[in-house]
């Protein structure tokens, strides 16, 4: 594997930051998880869109442009022969002193990473997946805005933990009034009454592009679409529930803490959807 560092190409042995980088000290960087489709980069310029807002909030300024980063991206998929598999980027705030001022870092770095992904197992998809809400509130918005998708997941760390030891994969994270935020690396939907409802961002959910995406497709088949603080209580209520996200890409819900959702099966608008989802990352993206 070719790893790219600052406009190098490394092997994958070669492939070293600093442990001065701040990105290692304090977690103070960000990244973008995207996903390679039938040779195609999918939503790439949504995620550097991202990526760029993640900066503008950190006041972190990335060393290259919209466009390199694009090439970047294609190149780094390219010497890998990755036609299909997940592509990490990250801009760290780079090497600085020990102290966490980050205008000591000179200089941010950028990694790009382009390999495979490790995805839920089938059965989640086939008969739905099992999740609970966990203990440990989603960041407030007025401390660490969760729409900047940072270096420090120790947030949604901590959420996992509690998820892995009530024996499931994701878990929902409650906000610090107590309204459903979002996974801790996926976002939630739920169907009622023929109403597609996600929380808003104000909740503390990321700006998924999975969301965006859903969202559209939904718009587009006709399914209305809201965004609304949701309640456990909405939750457990919901005639279907799914998650979405690059790496789990639509994935169907089927019990949370214990109350099984709608028919205890993957409900049809969450089929269909999942349906138009995988036809669209066949034939849109940026060609590698
Ligand atoms: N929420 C969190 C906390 C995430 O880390 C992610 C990405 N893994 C998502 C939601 C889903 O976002 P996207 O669809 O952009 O991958």
């Not at 089938?122 to 203990?135: A, D, H, L, N, Q």
């Not at 660490?144 to 270096?151: C, D, E, M, Q, V």
């Not at 859903?214 to 456990?232: C, H």
Request: net charge positive; hydrophobic share 40%; with cysteine.
């Amino acid at each position: 594997m070719k790893v790219f560092i600052d406009g190098k190409y490394y092997d994958e042995r070669q492939a070293k930051i600093s442990v001065f980088d701040h990105g290692l000290l304090y977690g103070d960087g960000i990244f973008e998880g995207i996903r390679a489709y039938n040779g195609r980069v999918f939503k790439l310029k949504e995620h550097l869109d991202r990526l760029f807002w993640s900066a503008k909030a950190l006041l972190l300024k990335i060393p290259m442009s919209h466009a390199a980063l694009t090439a970047a991206v294609v190149e780094t998929c390219r010497r890998n022969d990755v036609r299909d598999g997940y592509i990490r980027l990250l801009v760290t705030r780079g090497v600085g002193t020990l102290g966490l001022n980050p205008n000591r870092c000179k200089k941010p770095s950028i990694i790009i990473i382009a390999g495979t992904i490790q995805l839920y197992p089938r059965s989640f998809y086939e008969k739905g997946m099992e999740i609970v809400t966990v203990p440990t509130a989603r960041n407030l918005h007025s401390a660490l805005n969760p729409a900047i998708k940072s270096l420090n997941y120790l947030n949604n760390i901590l959420a996992k933990i509690e998820a892995n030891i009530a024996g499931v994969e994701e878990a929902i994270m409650l906000n610090a009034e107590g309204y459903v935020a979002e996974c801790t690396g996926d976002n939630l939907f739920i169907l009622k009454a023929g109403q597609l409802l996600t929380p808003p961002l104000s909740a503390g959910a990321l700006y998924g592009i999975t969301r965006g995406t859903v969202i559209e497709l939904a718009r587009e088949a006709g399914i209305p679409v809201s965004e609304a603080n949701l309640t456990r209580y909405d939750v457990f209520n919901a005639d279907e529930c799914f998650l979405t996200g690059t790496g789990a890409e639509i994935v169907p819900v089927v019990k949370v803490d214990g109350r099984v959702i709608g028919s205890g099966r993957p409900g049809t608008v969450t089929r269909r959807l999942e349906e138009n989802y995988h036809a669209l990352t066949q034939v849109s993206g940026e060609p590698i």
